[in-house]
């Protein structure tokens, strides 16, 4: 079993900068976990925003968030990392972390095994 939780939303401007942060705890180490990172607002179905691999070699990000956002992780720390840079008002949304205790890593929610409870992430214009 994993527990996850954000933390780091807020409301910032447009072209400003936030960064949240997804703290695990449980049995396992986080290095045995794909780890990403997904988006929702009301009415509409969560996002894959960025995930990254288990020992943080490789990630993968939404189109929408290519070269604004960097996903990190500190295994030692037991924390992951959303940088958001360049920040849009269609950004904002809940920020969820989620986890994914199998080998592959993938970009769907319901590939993933464990969820945090989400952070606010509101960019105003």
């Known amino acids: 079993q994993v527990q996850l939780v954000e933390s780091g939303g807020g409301l910032v401007q447009a072209g400003g900068s936030l960064r949240v942060s997804c703290v695990t705890s449980g049995r396992s180490f986080i290095s045995n976990y794909c780890m990403g990172w997904f988006r929702q607002v009301p009415g509409k179905e969560r996002e894959f925003v960025a995930r990254?691999?288990?020992?943080?070699?490789?990630?993968v990000y939404a189109d929408s968030v290519k070269s604004r956002f960097t996903i990190s992780r500190d295994n030692a720390k037991n924390t992951v990392y959303l940088q958001m840079n360049n920040l849009k008002p269609e950004d904002t949304a809940v920020y969820y972390c989620?986890?994914?205790?199998?080998?592959?890593?993938?970009?769907?929610?319901?590939?993933?095994?464990?969820w945090g409870q989400g952070t606010q992430v509101t960019v105003s214009s």
């Open positions: 990254i691999s288990r020992n943080g070699g490789s990630a």
């Open positions: 989620a986890a994914r205790g199998r080998r592959y890593c993938y970009t769907a929610p319901e590939d993933y095994d464990y």
